[in-house]
Each structure stands twice: as structure tokens, then as C-alpha cells.
């Protein structure tokens, strides 16, 4: 039996109006990603990675198309139902952490459980779990400010997974890391795709970690021109795969 996609965009566009200028930045997008691995997209500065991961990850609204997220249609859910959706069922990595200063790593972990209701003993157990997933155990005591940047990542990518989510999505989670923990946070992505059989999206300008996803999408002025799975290339992309950066004047 085939993996069925677990995230799915048809036809997803967006374009930004800033003064005159009109800018096209996604149109007619189509991709499927699977579950169990860790798929990146990579291109320069200003491509539209970062809007594609908003649009396939319920935060930004696209102008046209459909992204079916575990099969759930998520641009036609309220206000409400999207935010349930993405607590329920989304983590998030970002590249400036975003962690909580006046919290220690532990309470930061366990902030998305309470959110969802759990708490008390369970709530501490499950915080600890993820936080010896990413090798900091011993550190849950700390504020961010005693941690290392390669430190305060993993607290994030623990956040992220104490959820149980099935889908994680990362934007730029090792730019401002040096090249050593910037693999280690790569490499605890992939390994969350792996063990825990989530569809792990991230994307990244750096070219170094490409060797550790299991699918590169790259993004070049704004065009999908290459899908690669396990080092091996094809251009798969269809009509439909369109991505276009185009600059208009308003009408
Ligand atoms: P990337 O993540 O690949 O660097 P982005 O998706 O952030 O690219 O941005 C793609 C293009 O869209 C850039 O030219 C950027 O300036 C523009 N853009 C992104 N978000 C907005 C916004 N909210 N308003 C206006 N322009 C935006
Ligand atoms: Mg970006």
C-alpha cells in the first residue's frame, strides 16, 4: 500500500499589494507530503517559502485553492475551529525560538499541554519526555537566557512535539545556529518524521542540510524546479505545480 499525502495544497496562490506594486508570490501551487518524513523546501531569500509553509500550516489565508491537512479542508473552518485545528494537531519551530524569558524551559514545554487541558503530574511527565527526546533533561530548570542557542532550538522543537502533533512545521529553524547544532536540530526533525511517523515540513536557504531530509523541494525565483526524494531528482513538477513570482502594477 502506497503512503497516502497527509498534507495536501490544490491550487494555492497569494500575492501581496505594498504601495502600487503587486506582487505574485505563490500561484496555482499543488503539492503532496507524506507522513514519516522529513521534507524541506530550499531557495534563496524571497522565494515564498516561508508564505507556501504559512498557507500549508493554517496561518495565512491563501487568495485561491484548497489545503487538505489530514484530510480536513482547513480554509473552510471558522476562526475557532482553525485554531483548535492547529493546537490539536500542528507544532511549530520558528527561527527566533519563541520562547516565553520569565519560563524555564520546562514550563515553556508544558504551556501548549495546558492549553489543551492537561495538566498537573501528567502535564510535568510528558514536558520531561520531550525535553529527554532532545537530549535536555537535565537543563529543564533553566530560563532561556542560560541556554545555548542550539539549546533554546531543541526546548522549541520539544514544545513542538510534547503535543504528540502528526504535523510539525519548521521555518528556518537552524539559521541562527552554527553548523554543528544546526545538524543536530535537523537531525531531531527527521528522527521525529521517523519514530513518531509525523509529516515533518521545513524550510531552509541552507544548503547544508539537504543531505539529511528524505525530500528537497527547491523553490528557484519563485518556480518549483526540481523535486528530489533520497538524493534521486525528477521533474515531477506538473502544470499544476506552478509557483510564479511575478511583479504587476495595481489595477
Ligand atoms: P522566503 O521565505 O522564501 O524568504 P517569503 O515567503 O517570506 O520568502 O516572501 C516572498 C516575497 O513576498 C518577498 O518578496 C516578500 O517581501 C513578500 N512578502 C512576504 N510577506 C509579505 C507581506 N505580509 N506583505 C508584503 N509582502 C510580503
Ligand atoms: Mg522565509
Known sequence: MPTLPSLRSRGISKAFTTGKVRLQVIKDSSIDILPGELTLVVGPSGSGKSTMLSMMSGLLRPDTGHVYALDTDLWTLDETSLDRFRLQHCGFVFQGFNLFTSLTALENVILPLQYLGVQGREAIERAQEALEEVGLQARGHLRPTELSGGEKQRVAIARALVKRPQL???????????????????????????????????????????????????????????????????????????VLMQTQPTQ
Open 168 to 242: 510539525i512545521f519548521a521555518d528556518e529553524p537552524t539559521s541562527a545556529l552554527d553548523k554543528n547544532n544546526g545538524q543536530i536540530v535537523i537531525d531531531l526533525l527527521k528522527r521525529i518524521a521517523t519514530v513518531h511517523g509525523a509529516t515533518v515540513l521545513g524550510v531552509t536557504h541552507d544548503p547544508r542540510l539537504l543531505s539529511h531530509a528524505d525530500r528537497v523541494i527547491h523553490l528557484e525565483d519563485g518556480v518549483v524546479v526540481r523535486d528530489e526524494r533520497n538524493g534521486t531528482s525528477s521533474n515531477i513538477v506538473t502544470e499544476h505545480d506552478h
